[in-house]
């Protein structure tokens, strides 16, 4: 799938910058979710330039802030980060074994709310495990 980020930028009101770019080129190939440092690696690959970590974690900050990339929470207590083309209001099921993420579309947020004395503004909702075909290879 391409994707015209410079134009999804634009409309977040973001400034369209060379690393921004391939921070979301890079995010959008991968078929797993990534850390800050495997996103540098990629960004470098792709841009033939240096780009600083620091300037990685600010922009995946600013991006997953926007709704343009999710944070993955994982277990191990890093941030990880995934491009998810889904612009729906949707969860996400991470695999811990082989990272990749799939999309849940059910949100349960309307069941749960009738079970909390206030009022929901914000949720978020990731379930961690094992997929299917990671459980059948250690079958």
């Known amino acids: 799938m391409i994707f015209d980020f410079p134009q999804l930028l634009k ?13 979301l080129e890079s995010m959008s190939t991968a078929r797993t979710y990534l850390s ?8 470098q690959l792709r841009a033939a330039c240096k780009v600083g970590l620091p300037t990685i974690y600010r922009n ?3 991006l997953s802030s926007q709704g343009v990339i999710s944070k993955i ?17 949707h969860h996400h099921f991470v695999c811990l074994v ?3 993420v799939q999309d849940i579309h059910d949100c349960g947020c309307a069941a749960l709310a009738g079970q909390i ?11 961690l ?11």
Request: glycine share 4%; hydrophobic share 30%; net charge neutral.
């Open 36 to 43: 800050p440092e495997e996103v540098q690696g990629q960004v």
């Open 73 to 89: 929470l994982h277990p191990n207590r890093q941030l990880y980060y995934y491009f998810c083309a889904n612009r729906d209001h």
């Open 117 to 127: 004395d206030g009022q929901v503004d914000v949720h978020i909702m990731q379930a």
């Open 98 to 100: 082989c990272r990749t």
């Open 60 to 62: 995946l900050e600013e």
């Open 129 to 139: 495990g094992t997929c299917r075909r990671c459980c059948n290879q250690n079958a």
């Open 11 to 23: 409309s977040l009101q973001l400034k369209v910058t060379p690393q921004r770019l391939a921070i």
